[in-house]
């Protein structure tokens, strides 16, 4: 059975006021190429990069990131 990280971190930035990849990326010290590769499933952040961007949503690390079974 294969598995696959998924993430909300779209919505997140969404919610409210909205935040732009840039603004994410420059928060967590990354590129904003990072935060759209996150963004699209195609890499998975380390667990210290998952933890500074549920720190910027002030939200668990579950609550954006999750495992799908494929």
Same mark, same amino acid.
């Given at each position: 059975m294969s598995q696959k990280l998924k993430? %909300?971190?779209r919505e997140a930035r969404h919610k409210g006021e909205?935040?732009?990849q840039q *603004?994410?990326?420059?928060l #967590? %010290? #990354?590129s904003r190429q990072s =935060?759209?590769?996150i963004e699209t499933g195609k890499y998975s952040p380390s667990l210290?990069?998952?933890?500074? =961007? *549920?720190g910027v949503f002030e939200c668990e690390i579950s609550d954006l990131?999750?495992?799908e079974e494929l």
């Open positions: 993430n %909300s971190l909205g935040m732009t *603004a994410l990326a420059d #967590v %010290s #990354v =935060i759209i590769a210290e990069l998952a933890i500074k =961007i *549920a990131f999750w495992i």
